[in-house]
Each structure stands twice: as structure tokens, then as C-alpha cells.
């Protein structure tokens, strides 16, 4: 057996491990997976379950579907939640990509709620998606579209909209059925 150091081998040795390590390390940051080693945090309260939402992509090709570039228009009155507690709430009118009325409350259980309102945002965008900023000049924004029959209403970077502010991570989309306005 050879037993002594080869410094040739050294370099690709060196090249080799950092490139095992740190792919290794993106990969876990990217697919976000947490090791099985890791100790649950003592006193930490697990994550409600959330209602699962069907996939946006056209079950034929796998692919997303499609946005269509056409006027919004919609009206909805719909409240709908779930067993575990889940709630959302709705009031919206949009007229040719123009928001009339938007009144939201989306309830997540054991973390708090979230409440959006026409009167905090102002419109920048009317199509192919209606865009709505917070007058505050956060980042909060209200984004909706249709895609396939659904009506869509998103929030993103809204925790001043929401009690406690970190509700905000816990919160879906509002879907509406393109048809009637009531809520999926």
C-alpha cells in the first residue's frame, strides 16, 4: 500500500471537494429540504395545514396556461373557508381592467389575519393583469388575472396589511370562478 502524499493530486483534490460541498449546499438551498438530522425547535408551535390548490397548468400538456390579453372583468361577493379554519373573504368589482371595489379578509388559523381594501392601493396596471400598489409606498402589491375559468387575486410583501405582520407568509391567492364570481 502507498502510503505517502502525492502533491500532484492535491490541486483536483481541492477542486473536487469544493465543488462536492458546495453543490451539495445548493442543492439543499435551492429544493429548500430540511435534513431529517434536524431537531424540531423546543416549544414551537408546527405550521397549520393550509388547503391545497389545483395546479395552473393545462393538464394536457403539463404546461402553465397561458394568460389571456384581454380586459378584466368581474364582480364577486363570496366568502369560503376551510375545516381547519382557513377563510377568505370577498368583495370585488372590476370593470375593463379598472378595480372599483376590492374589500378582502383572508383568516389563517393560530396566526392571524390579513385585511385589503381598495382605499390603500393605487392602480398602476389594468392589463394583460391589474397591478394595484399600497399608497404607503411599500412593496405590498395587489396583483389579479384570469387564467383558464379562474379569477385570480394575489398579494405579495403585504405584512402591513396583516396582524401579527408575519401572517402575511401563510396567506394563498383568492380564487374565483371566472363564470359567477363565487369563490373555489
Not at 460541498?21 to 439543499?28: D, N, V, Y
Not at 395545514?49 to 378584466?72: E, F, N, Q, Y
Not at 388559523?109 to 404607503?136: I, M, N
Amino acid at each position: 500500500m502507498n502510503t505517502h502524499f502525492n502533491a500532484a493530486r492535491l490541486p483536483l483534490l481541492a477542486a473536487l471537494s469544493i465543488a462536492l460541498l458546495t453543490g451539495a449546499c445548493g442543492e439543499r438551498k435551492k429544493a429548500g429540504v430540511i435534513p431529517e438530522s434536524a431537531e424540531p425547535v423546543r416549544g414551537a408551535e408546527p405550521a397549520p395545514a393550509v388547503p391545497a390548490r389545483p395546479p395552473l397548468s393545462d393538464p394536457t400538456s403539463g404546461k402553465a396556461a397561458p394568460i389571456p390579453d384581454r380586459a378584466l372583468n368581474i364582480k364577486a361577493d363570496c366568502t369560503t373557508g376551510n375545516e381547519l379554519g382557513y377563510a377568505e373573504a370577498i368583495k370585488l368589482s372590476v370593470a375593463n381592467g379598472l378595480v372599483n371595489q376590492l374589500e378582502a379578509r383572508i383568516t389563517v388559523p393560530k396566526r392571524g389575519s390579513c385585511f385589503f381594501q381598495l382605499a390603500d392601493f393605487r392602480q398602476t396596471r389594468s392589463a394583460p393583469h391589474v397591478e394595484l400598489l399600497a399608497r404607503s409606498g411599500s412593496r405590498c402589491a395587489t396583483r389579479m388575472w384570469y387564467q383558464q375559468n379562474r379569477f385570480t387575486v394575489a398579494f405579495s410583501d403585504c405584512a402591513e396589511m396583516c396582524t401579527p405582520r408575519g401572517t402575511v407568509d401563510y396567506i394563498w391567492p383568492i380564487e374565483l370562478r371566472l363564470s359567477d364570481g363565487a369563490c373555489r
